[in-house]
C-alpha cells in the first residue's frame, strides 16, 4: 500500500508480461494516498529515555513527544513543527550538577569523520536558579519542558580553503543507510554538567527530521483529468504538460541478422518534480521504417525505464582522499510500467509508429532530493537499451537520462491517479 506520508525506512522484481490497452477511457485512475500534510496536526507519542545518576536512587530522564502518526521506533517531526520534550530528574542525597542543557544537532557522518551542521543549545537550569540542598547539590524531584522550533535552512560554509563561500541549504532529511558512504543523523542531547574534573552526565537519543517539499501544480488539463477522473492527455494534447525529449536513434540486429534502425521518443509530466508515494506520469513513441522492428520491440516488456539514485558525498575538497570516495554510488530502483496509449477520439492504427503510455511508481519510502554542503542524493529517470530476445542493441549505453525531483508531499488540488492496470504487481 502506497503512504505519501511515512518517512522513509532505514534499513525489484521486473514485469515480465505485456499489458492491456484500456478497454474505457473514464474511471480508469486511482488516487494515491495520504497526504504528508495532513498529517501535521497529528497527537503526540512520548519517547522516554533514562539514565542513572548516583547509585539506585537517583536518575535523570529525556522525554521526547514526536508525531504521534508517523513515529514508530523513533521520534519523528515535520518541518515546521516544534521538538518538543521534557528533562527530568529524581536526586533523592543530593548530586554535583551545575548545569542542565538540551542541545540539538544535526551532522553529516561519514566513516570516523562527522560535519555539524546544526547546533543548537539551552539551558534549562543552573545553580542559580535554586533547588539545591544546604550543601549546594541538585536534589529533589525537577522538571524542565523545552520546545525548540527547528529552522527550515542553514548556512554552511563551503569550498576551498583558499576560495569560501557561504550558502544556505534546506534542513535535509534523517538518512541512515546501511552501506551508504554517507549519513545525516539527527539527535537530543540532554547534558548534566559537573564542573571541571569531572565527567558530565548524558542522555543521547536519535530522532527523525522529514522536511516537507511540494511539488509544483501539474498542467491544468492533467489536473482536470485527475478531478474527473479521465486518462490523462498526452503531449499533443497537452504540450504544456509534458517535457520531451530529443529523439533516440537506436541501431541494432533483429534475429541476429537484419540491421535495423529506429527512434524512441521519451516525454515525462511537468513538473520534473514528483512525491513519493505518487507516480512519474510517462509518454513513449517508437518509430520505424519496419513493422516487424516495431512489432519486437514495442512490447511493455522489453521497455526497460528506471528510476535511478545518485549520492554524492565528496568530504575534504583540499585534500587528496581514496579515489573510491570520489565516485558515486549508483542505485536504480522502481521499474516503469508500460500499456498502449488511448486517448479520445481513438486514432486510426499508426503502421510505422508505436504510442505507449507509462508510470513509475514511487515507493513512500524514497528519500527525498537533498543538498547540503558535500552531500548531494539526486534521482533521475534513465532508459536502457531495448530488451527483445530477438533483438542485439549495437550498443549498451544507456540511452535517456533526465534529472527529476523526489519531493515529500503533494501538491495541492486534486491527488495524482495511478493508471497501471491494477493485476500488474510493482516491486520496490
Not at 537550569?125 to 525548540?148: A, C, E, I, M, R
Not at 479520445?344 to 508505436?354: A, H, L, Y
Amino acid at each position: 500500500m502506497l503512504d505519501s506520508g511515512l518517512p522513509p525506512g532505514y534499513d525489484a522484481n521486473d514485469q515480465d508480461v505485456d499489458l492491456p490497452a484500456y478497454s474505457s477511457l473514464s474511471g480508469v485512475g486511482r488516487e494515491v494516498p495520504s497526504n504528508l500534510t495532513d498529517l501535521s496536526d497529528g497527537a503526540s507519542k512520548e519517547f522516554k529515555y533514562n539514565i542513572p545518576l548516583k547509585g539506585n536512587k537517583s536518575s535523570a530522564s529525556l522525554v521526547l513527544y514526536g508525531n504521534a502518526l508517523i513515529s514508530k521506533h523513533l521520534p519523528t517531526f515535520l518541518e515546521d513543527s516544534k521538538v518538543d520534550g521534557l528533562v527530568k530528574v529524581d536526586v533523592e542525597s543530593g548530586e554535583s550538577i551545575n548545569a542542565v542543557v538540551i542541545s540539538i544537532q544535526g551532522k553529516i557522518l561519514s566513516g570516523a569523520k562527522q560535519h555539524i551542521f546544526l547546533d543548537y543549545n539551552q539551558t534549562l537550569w543552573t545553580l542559580s536558579d535554586g533547588h539545591t540542598s544546604p550543601n549546594g547539590k541538585l536534589q529533589g524531584v525537577h522538571d524542565w519542558s523545552f520546545s525548540v522550533h527547528l529552522p527550515q535552512e542553514v548556512s554552511l560554509t563551503i569550498g576551498s580553503k583558499d576560495a569560501p563561500r557561504v550558502e544556505v541549504f534546506r534542513l535535509p532529511q534523517t538518512f541512515m543507510e546501511r552501506h551508504a558512504r554517507a549519513s545525516i543523523k539527527y539527535e537530543v542531547i540532554a547534558r548534566f554538567s559537573r564542573g571541571l574534573l569531572k565527567t558530565d552526565h548524558r542522555i543521547i537519543t536519535p530522532f527523525i527530521y522529514v522536511p516537507v517539499i511540494h511539488p509544483g501544480l501539474p498542467s491544468r488539463l492533467r489536473q482536470v483529468a485527475y478531478e474527473e477522473n479521465t486518462t490523462i492527455p498526452g503531449p499533443i494534447a497537452d504540450p504544456q504538460g509534458w517535457h520531451t525529449l530529443a529523439p533516440v536513434q537506436i541501431q541494432g540486429k533483429l534475429f541476429n541478422r537484419q540491421t535495423v534502425d529506429f527512434s524512441c521518443t521519451l516525454s515525462l509530466a511537468l513538473p520534473l518534480s514528483y512525491a513519493r508515494g505518487s507516480v512519474i506520469p510517462l509518454h513513449l513513441v517508437i518509430q520505424s521504417d519496419d513493422v516487424q522492428t516495431l512489432e519486437s520491440l514495442s512490447p511493455p516488456r522489453a521497455i526497460i525505464c528506471r528510476l535511478r539514485r545518485i549520492l554524492r558525498y565528496h568530504p575534504e575538497e583540499n585534500k587528496a582522499i581514496d579515489p573510491k570516495l570520489r565516485k558515486d554510488e549508483l542505485e536504480h530502483s522502481e521499474l516503469a510500467t508500460w500499456w498502449p496509449f488511448v486517448e479520445s477520439p481513438r486514432p486510426e492504427k499508426e503502421t510505422f509508429k508505436r504510442t505507449l503510455s507509462g508510470e513509475i511508481i514511487l515507493s513512500p519510502d524514497l528519500m527525498p532530493t537533498t543538498f547540503i554542503g558535500r552531500f548531494q542524493l539526486e534521482y533521475s529517470v534513465v532508459l536502457f537499451p531495448f530488451d527483445a530476445n530477438n533483438f542485439q542493441p549495437e550498443s549498451n549505453d544507456m540511452l535517456v537520462d533526465c534529472a527529476v525531483e523526489i519531493a515529500t508531499t503533494l501538491p495541492p488540488g486534486s491527488r495524482p491517479r495511478i493508471y497501471r492496470p491494477e493485476h500488474q504487481s510493482v516491486c520496490y
